[in-house]
Nanobody
Framework: QVQLVESGGGLVQAGGSLRLSCAAS????????KAWFRQAPGKEREFVAA????????YYEDSVKGRFTISRDNAKNTVYLQMNSLKPEDTAVYYC????????????????WGQGTQVTVSS
C-alpha cells in the first residue's frame, strides 16, 4: 500500500518556524516530483512548493518565496518543508503530494497524497 505521511505540524507564534516532513512507504518516489499544498478553512487547496526528482529545481508560490524552503532526501524517501517567518495567513492543513512527470501547480496533476498535517500560526 502506497502511503505519504506528513508530520511536524503544530501551533506556533507569528514569526516562528516549523519543519514539515513527508515520509513515503509502499514504493520509492525517488524519481517523482514532490510538492506541498495547503488548505485553509473555507478555501480551496492551493500549491505551496515543489521540488524536482533530483532536487535540482524548486518552485514556490509567490507568498512563501524567501520564507519557505522545500528539500528532499531520496535515500530516506522523504520530502521536507522548512517554514520560517510564519504568518497567521499560513494557517492551514498542509498536504504533501507526488507525481511522475514535470512540474505542475494544479492539484489535479498529482496522483499521490498524504492525509495532511495542521499548521496554526497565532498572532
Amino acid at each position: 500500500q502506497v502511503q505519504l505521511v506528513e508530520s511536524g505540524g503544530g501551533l506556533v507564534q507569528a514569526g516562528g518556524s516549523l519543519r514539515l516532513s513527508c515520509a513515503a512507504s509502499g514504493r520509492t518516489f525517488s524519481n517523482y516530483l514532490k510538492a506541498w499544498f495547503r488548505q485553509a478553512p473555507g478555501k480551496e487547496r492551493e500549491f505551496v512548493a515543489a521540488i524536482s526528482w533530483n532536487g535540482d529545481s524548486t518552485y514556490y508560490e509567490d507568498s512563501v518565496k524567501g520564507r519557505f524552503t522545500i528539500s528532499r532526501d531520496n535515500a530516506k524517501n522523504t520530502v521536507y518543508l522548512q517554514m520560517n517567518s510564519l504568518k497567521p495567513e499560513d494557517t492551514a492543513v498542509y498536504y504533501c503530494a507526488a507525481r511522475f512527470g514535470s512540474y505542475v501547480s494544479r492539484r489535479s496533476g498529482y496522483n499521490y497524497w498524504g492525509q495532511g498535517t495542521q499548521v496554526t500560526v497565532s498572532s
